[in-house]
């Protein structure tokens, strides 16, 4: 527990003092830009994000499991030739960007989709690079990248602001400040921890590649199902109402998620690579998840009680009073966010025991629940009520996953007691 402890505490600093600045500066940003230029950052990510998990095929996952280095770093390779190739479609789908904006009824999608090669290019090799940080316990690094994105963000998206390119400072910003953050992380001795990555052996790609071919088989089909239907509000409802709205959801989501998104990349890291070790010398794993999922609880519970009450006050006077839905929409959020906490940091369980298919039956579901959801609310013309059903179902479904990850640690410890 005490190397849990230490890891989690030296993700959760960078990570904390990382999402601190980024919430920090959005009281600036709310006022430089408008629900417009915001709508049009969220639709631009919402993109990206579905081919980011494409660029990888879910390999970044695999590395950590493997007992030998060159297997693991097999598995980066694999998953680095799949960036390669999804990049590569990305440049070519720049001959149709006037047509993809039109379908989207945003006209100035096209004016920057130029951008969207080398956001998704950086954010696949830092999912991969990361995962064989982790798998090398070297959580300094990652913290370090977390920060300096953060700051380089923050810093480029004020600069933008203030000169007047409110339009796409936005979506510049997010995708230098990859490249940048990983610039940063080419520090002192990182030759000696990336080299193996660089010792490429074609039998053991393949070999790899096989073996954890469950990755793009089924986790690569449920983290897309997974990230299509969190943007599902953007891809569905922008064509039927506007930016605008469409903005102060994106900013309700994503000061909602930044917190969370916190606590989940600080300790998911770790607790993969525990877990990992748990299996292979076959521990029982209960005791870790009960104690993470109780003391998760002790910390959400109260504080989620006290938000609610004050949640659209808070958004109206940080962001100005136009941004008062946002925290109106915050509240919608507050019980799928709780069980966020606890299943976003411990998602991978499935993969310690080849269980991807379940997870992707579970994503078919959360899919289809969320799309009736917003059918409803696009039918009513009721953008508000597409949102309640739309987390209300999402909460309904991680619950049921989270029930499911607890039987499959309990079968497992039986087993090995």
């Known amino acids: 527990m005490k190397d849990l402890v230490k890891n989690s505490t030296i993700m959760l600093s960078?990570?904390?003092?990382?999402?601190?600045?980024?919430?920090?500066?959005?009281?600036?940003?709310?006022?430089?830009?408008s629900t417009d230029d915001f709508g049009l950052l969220n639709l631009f990510l919402s993109i990206a994000g579905v081919l980011v998990l494409f660029a990888t095929a879910e390999y970044q996952d695999a590395i950590l499991l493997p007992n030998d280095d060159n297997k693991a770093s097999a598995c980066f390779q694999t998953g680095f030739a799949c960036t390669i190739v999804i990049t590569l479609l990305c440049f070519f789908s720049l001959l149709f960007?006037?047509?993809?904006?039109?379908a989207f009824n945003a006209p100035l999608l096209a004016d920057i989709y130029y951008l969207l090669p080398f956001y998704v290019f950086f954010s696949a090799l830092w999912?991969?690079?990361?995962?064989?940080?982790?798998?090398?316990?070297?959580?300094?690094?990652?913290?370090?990248?977390?920060?300096?994105?953060?700051?380089?963000?923050?810093?480029?998206?004020?600069?933008?602001?203030?000169?007047?390119?409110?339009a796409y400072g936005m979506i510049i910003s997010m995708t230098i400040a990859p490249f940048i953050a990983f610039a940063g992380c080419l520090s002192k001795n990182i030759?000696?921890?990336?080299?193996?990555?660089?010792?490429?052996?074609?039998?053991?790609?393949?070999?790899?590649?096989?073996?954890?071919?469950?990755?793009?088989?089924?986790?690569?089909?449920?983290?897309?199902?997974?990230?299509?239907?969190?943007?599902?509000?953007?891809?569905?409802?922008?064509?039927?109402?506007?930016?605008?709205?469409?903005?102060i959801y994106g900013m309700a989501l994503t000061l909602a998620f930044k917190p969370i998104n916190l606590f989940n990349s600080s300790v998911h890291g770790v607790l993969?690579?525990?877990?990992?070790?748990?299996?292979?010398?076959?521990?029982?794993?209960?005791p870790i998840l009960s104690?993470?999922?109780?003391?998760?609880?002790?910390?959400?519970?109260?504080?989620?009680?006290?938000l609610y009450f004050f949640l659209p006050w808070l958004a109206a006077v940080i962001l100005g009073e136009e941004?008062?839905?946002?925290?109106?929409?915050?509240?919608?959020?507050?019980?799928?966010?709780?069980?966020?906490?606890?299943?976003?940091?411990?998602h991978f369980i499935p993969n310690l025991f080849n269980r991807q298919k379940g997870l992707l039956l579970f994503e078919i579901a959360y899919f289809v629940l969320r799309i009736a959801a917003l059918t409803v609310g696009i039918l009513q013309n009721d953008f508000k009520l597409a949102i309640v059903l739309f987390f209300s179902v999402s909460a309904f479904v991680l619950f049921a996953q989270l029930i499911?990850?607890?039987?499959?640690?309990?079968?497992?410890d039986r087993v090995v007691s």
């Not at 983290?223 to 064509?239: A, D, K, Q, R, Y």
């Not at 993969?272 to 209960?286: A, D």
């Not at 609880?297 to 006290?306: C, D, E, K, R, S």
């Not at 941004?323 to 606890?342: N, T």
């Open 127 to 166: 999912m991969l690079i990361s995962h064989w940080f982790y798998r090398k316990k070297e959580f300094v690094r990652i913290s370090g990248y977390t920060l300096t994105q953060s700051v380089f963000n923050a810093s480029a998206k004020s600069a933008f602001g203030i000169l007047g390119n409110t």
């Open 272 to 286: 993969y690579q525990r877990f990992s070790e748990k299996v292979s010398s076959n521990e029982p794993l209960m």
């Open 404 to 412: 499911w990850m607890f039987i499959l640690i309990r079968n497992h």
């Open 191 to 247: 030759r000696k921890v990336l080299s193996p990555l660089f010792n490429v052996n074609k039998t053991d790609c393949i070999s790899m590649a096989k073996e954890y071919s469950n990755f793009p088989k089924y986790s690569l089909p449920r983290s897309i199902g997974n990230n299509f239907s969190g943007s599902l509000p953007v891809f569905l409802l922008t064509p039927f109402f506007s930016l605008s709205e469409i903005g």
């Open 323 to 346: 941004w008062r839905e946002s925290g109106e929409y915050i509240r919608i959020m507050l019980p799928w966010l709780a069980i966020l906490v606890v299943l976003g940091s411990v």
């Open 97 to 102: 960007s006037h047509n993809i904006a039109t």
């Open 291 to 306: 104690y993470f999922t109780k003391m998760a609880t002790f910390i959400v519970v109260p504080v989620f009680a006290v």
């Open 14 to 33: 960078g990570n904390t003092l990382a999402q601190i600045i980024s919430l920090a500066i959005y009281p600036v940003l709310s006022r430089l830009y």
